[in-house]
């Protein structure tokens, strides 16, 4: 059996019914991911111990097969079928087992619903589904409906899918993970999301969550529900599992890592739906505290944000909202808060409100504040928090910080700027044309603090 890892692309392939076009579309779609600075063991791998089949051209509906399908001479026409596929009675779909997705478009007119997991955070525990060749697998929205795909099960990993809702024709998230703390264990990686009218991927009320090395871009534009590029939302403890030595020996139960989130931007006008315009960030990680659930905990498990790179989104570049026990280290965001119906006066590039025991080490917030309106608020950091709410043990050391304030609304805090490098040009090849890497000379090279979870003793500043 074959040891299948993650797979570490810098580029995506154009995809191949994409609605963009000309210089800004292959910009886009061109755009270098951050390479993995952590080590592989926080990321599930998996082998394949069978593998079925699914094609858009030459499958069917696995009611069309005397014993369910996925075979390479009669594979399944959609991941649906694939789930739904039963043989004498019973489902076709367990613990390692891979679903093939052959190159082509997939015209989803329907929430594609996962409901067959697998059994146990091991290399043979998931069922996956994985395009065949990386990022050629082309789910494209068709009609009207919400998510573009619904996770309700646990032990599930998508891998390498472009997953378009062709510009909100969909009305809900690219991926939705929501709803039970039974849905847990859940990867989404080296995959495309965008176009979705909802957040690009929004992983609710439960934990063991990985999104990892994915290009999330134009997402969130017609949702009233307030969404973003990703989104960590009300996470609780996992339910009915056996946790394995593989899931003991995890530091972080969540783990957002190495993604590109860029031009997620709300666009129904305040008018239309009043309390608008609050969110369209690059990534949130929001209310750990559980204040919205009724009789709800506190999430307990540890969340990393490491290695992505957010620019060019209607709210904050990374945002921690009445959260805790939260890690933020070597993320770049750039020229974010670009949402002019937002009328919010806190608006920091990286974002700490209303949040306690959070660390925030070697990222750079690099803001660029208007001449007039809301974005002459534009901020490179933002520490505040509201009455009832404190910020405790709240640490920021060895970031930079560039174009814009840092903006402290938390009394009794203070910022120490000795421990960061404040108003330092961070040195990035074309930061406005999307090129986040750092120049040869740039003064982010080598500049890092060390950490446990970095695999490099001398790490870069930022996300690349």
Same mark, same amino acid.
């Given at each position: 059996?074959?040891?299948?890892?993650?797979?570490?692309?810098?580029?995506?392939?154009?995809?191949?019914?994409?609605?963009?076009?000309?210089?800004?579309?292959?910009?886009? *779609?061109?755009?270098?991911?951050?390479?993995?600075?952590?080590?592989?063991?926080?990321?599930?791998?998996?082998?394949?111990?069978?593998?079925?089949?699914?094609?858009?051209?030459?499958?069917?509906?696995?009611?069309?097969?005397?014993?369910? =399908?996925?075979?390479?001479?009669?594979?399944?026409?959609?991941?649906?079928?694939?789930?739904?596929?039963?043989?004498?009675?019973?489902?076709?779909?367990?613990?390692?087992?891979?679903?093939?997705?052959?190159?082509?478009?997939?015209?989803? #007119?329907?929430?594609?619903?996962?409901?067959?997991?697998?059994?146990?955070?091991?290399?043979? =525990?998931?069922?996956? $589904?994985?395009?065949?060749?990386?990022?050629?697998?082309?789910?494209?929205?068709?009609?009207?409906?919400?998510? %573009? !795909?619904?996770?309700?099960?646990?032990?599930?990993?998508?891998?390498?899918?472009?997953?378009?809702?062709?510009?909100?024709?969909?009305? /809900?998230?690219?991926?939705?993970?929501?709803?039970?703390?039974?849905?847990?264990?859940?990867?989404?990686?080296?995959?495309?999301?965008?176009?979705?009218?909802?957040?690009?991927?929004? %992983?609710?009320?439960?934990? $063991?969550?990985?999104?990892?090395?994915?290009?999330?871009?134009?997402?969130?534009?017609?949702?009233? +529900?307030?969404?973003?590029?990703?989104?960590? +939302?009300?996470?609780?403890?996992?339910?009915?599992?056996?946790? #394995?030595?593989?899931?003991?020996? *995890?530091?972080?139960?969540?783990?957002?890592?190495?993604?590109?989130?860029?031009?997620? !931007?709300?666009?129904?006008?305040?008018?239309?739906?009043? @309390?608008?315009?609050?969110?369209?960030?690059?990534?949130?990680?929001?209310?750990?505290?559980?204040?919205?659930?009724?009789?709800?905990?506190?999430?307990?498990?540890?969340?990393?944000?490491?290695?992505?790179?957010?620019?060019?989104?209607?709210?904050? @570049?990374?945002?921690?909202?009445?959260?805790?026990?939260?890690?933020?280290?070597?993320?770049?965001?750039?020229?974010?808060?670009?949402? *002019?119906?937002?009328?919010?006066?806190?608006?920091?590039?990286?974002?700490?409100?209303?949040?306690?025991?959070?660390?925030?080490?070697?990222? !750079?917030?690099?803001?660029?504040?208007?001449?007039?309106?809301?974005?002459?608020?534009?901020?490179?950091?933002?520490?505040?928090?509201?009455?009832?709410?404190?910020?405790?043990?709240?640490?920021?050391?060895?970031? %930079?910080? +560039? /174009? /814009?304030?840092?903006?402290?609304?938390?009394?009794?805090?203070?910022?120490?700027?000795?421990?960061?490098?404040?108003?330092? %040009?961070?040195?990035?090849?074309?930061?406005?044309?999307?090129?986040?890497?750092?120049?040869?000379?740039?003064?982010?090279?080598?500049?890092?603090?060390?950490?446990?979870?970095?695999?490099?003793?001398?790490?870069?500043?930022?996300?690349?």
């Amino acid at each position: 059996m074959q040891l299948e890892r993650y797979v570490k692309w810098l580029a995506p392939a154009l995809c191949a019914a994409c609605a963009l076009t000309g210089t800004a579309g292959a910009q886009i *779609l061109n755009q270098a991911l951050p390479p993995l600075p952590i080590p592989e063991s926080y990321v599930p791998r998996y082998e394949c111990v069978r593998n079925f089949y699914v094609d858009p051209n030459r499958g069917a509906a696995w009611t069309a097969y005397a014993d369910g =399908g996925g075979s390479p001479g009669e594979p399944w026409k959609s991941m649906q079928d694939a789930n739904d596929a039963q043989a004498n009675g019973a489902p076709v779909l367990r613990a390692g087992d891979c679903v093939n997705l052959a190159p082509g478009l997939y015209t989803q #007119t329907a929430t594609i619903t996962l409901t067959r997991g697998g059994d146990a955070n091991a290399t043979n =525990g998931y069922v996956v $589904y994985r395009a065949s060749t990386p990022r050629t697998a082309h789910l494209l929205a068709a009609r009207k409906f919400y998510a %573009m !795909i619904d996770v309700k099960t646990a032990y599930v990993i998508i891998d390498g899918l472009e997953i378009d809702g062709n510009n909100a024709t969909n009305d /809900g998230e690219g991926l939705a993970v929501s709803g039970d703390a039974r849905h847990h264990h859940v990867v989404i990686e080296n995959s495309i999301i965008h176009g979705n009218g909802g957040g690009g991927v929004q %992983m609710n009320d439960s934990e $063991y969550f990985w999104v990892v090395r994915n290009l999330i871009y134009r997402n969130a534009a017609t949702n009233t +529900y307030q969404e973003s590029g990703v989104s960590i +939302y009300q996470p609780q403890a996992a339910a009915d599992f056996t946790a #394995t030595p593989a899931d003991a020996a *995890l530091a972080f139960h969540i783990v957002i890592a190495g993604n590109v989130s860029r031009d997620n !931007i709300e666009r129904i006008p305040c008018g239309e739906h009043p @309390g608008c315009h609050t969110d369209g960030n690059g990534i949130i990680i929001d209310k750990t505290l559980n204040v919205d659930r009724e009789g709800g905990a506190p999430y307990a498990g540890r969340t990393l944000v490491v290695a992505n790179a957010a620019f060019g989104n209607g709210g904050a @570049g990374v945002h921690v909202f009445l959260s805790e026990h939260v890690t933020l280290a070597n993320n770049t965001a750039f020229n974010n808060h670009l949402d *002019l119906q937002n009328s919010g006066a806190w608006r920091g590039e990286l974002s700490n409100v209303d949040s306690n025991d959070i660390l925030w080490v070697n990222n !750079i917030g690099w803001a660029q504040p208007g001449q007039d309106g809301v974005t002459q608020n534009n901020s490179a950091v933002l520490v505040a928090n509201t009455p009832g709410h404190a910020t405790q043990n709240v640490t920021w050391t060895n970031n %930079m910080t +560039y /174009g /814009g304030d840092v903006r402290v609304f938390a009394p009794g805090w203070r910022f120490d700027s000795r421990a960061n490098q404040v108003n330092r %040009m961070p040195g990035l090849a074309d930061a406005f044309h999307g090129d986040l890497r750092p120049t040869q000379n740039s003064r982010v090279r080598a500049a890092g603090a060390a950490q446990p979870y970095l695999t490099n003793a001398a790490p870069n500043i930022g996300a690349y």
